[in-house]
């Protein structure tokens, strides 16, 4: 019943003009902000003073702009039916796709290191329709309903799907010279390894660097970005290599350091885009 309701509210957002989309969008985000817990939003505003140095004004505009954003993104992630090949340039320019060729080139396929920064759902769907084989790598969602239209919504686009447990699919894929996206900016728990990030040791996720390492695949950063217009633009930065020594975990710390480096880079630019109610810090040792 939520799969047919979501798609007929998706038909409707379709028909509606850009400008309305936005508007709907920027109150639904409004709403957004007011469900958030109060103390999500201290962790946040405190988590953005340490991290960016601001006061408590600046701190809590950034943490609002960070929350509301997702309205325009859920109206964007609505619309993606109606993207295509034919008219993805009007809506996402790609900055340095160049990057992205030259390591497809080396046959071994391709790591896009990326974040919850933008509008990370349409960034994958983007790449895909402009030709390059993507695959994303899907959190599988509570709801069956939602994580059916969102695979379908992915997949339309030209995508391939796997799930975060596919670890063997993607080992596949990325023997097939095709893409395999990972986000790597949320807290990783156990499993991830301990770097810095905005001065703070960060348990951040090895899936990047381990696969990239076994694979000797390059990476490349890759983000999005909002234009004021509501367009948006991708980001590709050179590709990382992971330099292979005797040490497997040294390797992989270096590399997903390295990676952390030029996300915290990103953030420090586009702090009002990055997903700061996520605890980013949970399982710092220095909180």
Same mark, same amino acid.
């Given at each position: ?17 850009? *400008?309305?989309? +936005?508007?709907?969008? /920027? +109150? ?57 090949? #034919? ?12 990057? +992205? ?6 046959? /071994?396929?391709?790591? =896009? *290191? ?13 790449? *895909? ?16 309903? =939602? ?22 699919? =993607? ?22 390894? =301990? ?14 660097? @381990? ?5 000797? @695949?390059?990476?490349?950063? *890759? ?27 040294? #390797? ?5 350091? %390295? ?5 915290? %880079? ?22």
């Amino acid at each position: 019943m939520l799969y047919k309701f979501v798609k007929i509210i998706s038909s409707i957002v379709s028909m509606l003009p850009q *400008a309305v989309r +936005l508007n709907i969008g /920027n +109150l639904l985000g409004e709403v957004c902000w007011l469900l958030v817990p109060s103390k999500r939003k201290t962790m946040a505003v405190n988590n953005i003073k340490r991290s960016l140095d601001a006061d408590t004004i600046q701190a809590t505009t950034i943490a609002k702009r960070s929350a509301t954003r997702f309205g325009r993104m859920f109206m964007e992630v609505l619309y993606m039916p109606k993207l295509s090949k #034919d008219n993805i340039s009007k809506y996402v320019q790609i900055e340095n796709s160049q990057y +992205l060729k030259d390591a497809l080139s080396y046959g /071994n396929g391709v790591i =896009m *290191a990326t974040a919850h920064s933008g509008n990370w759902e349409l960034f994958g769907a983007a790449l *895909a329709m402009y030709g390059f084989p993507v695959v994303g790598v899907a959190q599988k969602q509570t709801n069956a309903d =939602m994580d059916r239209f969102m695979i379908e919504t992915r997949t339309m686009a030209g995508m391939h799907i796997t799930y975060k447990s596919g670890v063997r699919e =993607m080992v596949k894929m990325l023997g097939e010279g095709r893409i395999v996206g990972l986000l790597m900016d949320q807290d990783a728990g156990r499993d991830g390894v =301990m770097v810095e990030f905005f001065g703070r040791l960060a348990s951040t996720p090895q899936g990047a660097a @381990a696969l990239a390492r076994m694979k000797d @695949a390059p990476i490349i950063p *890759a983000f999005i970005t909002a234009n004021a217009d509501g367009t948006h633009k991708a980001i590709l930065h050179p590709p990382v290599w992971v330099q292979k020594t005797s040490s497997r975990e040294d #390797d992989i710390l270096s590399t997903t350091q %390295q990676l952390t480096d030029i996300v915290e %880079q990103h953030v420090r630019k586009y702090p009002h885009e990055w997903f700061w109610l996520h605890n980013r810090w949970k399982h710092s040792p220095n909180k």
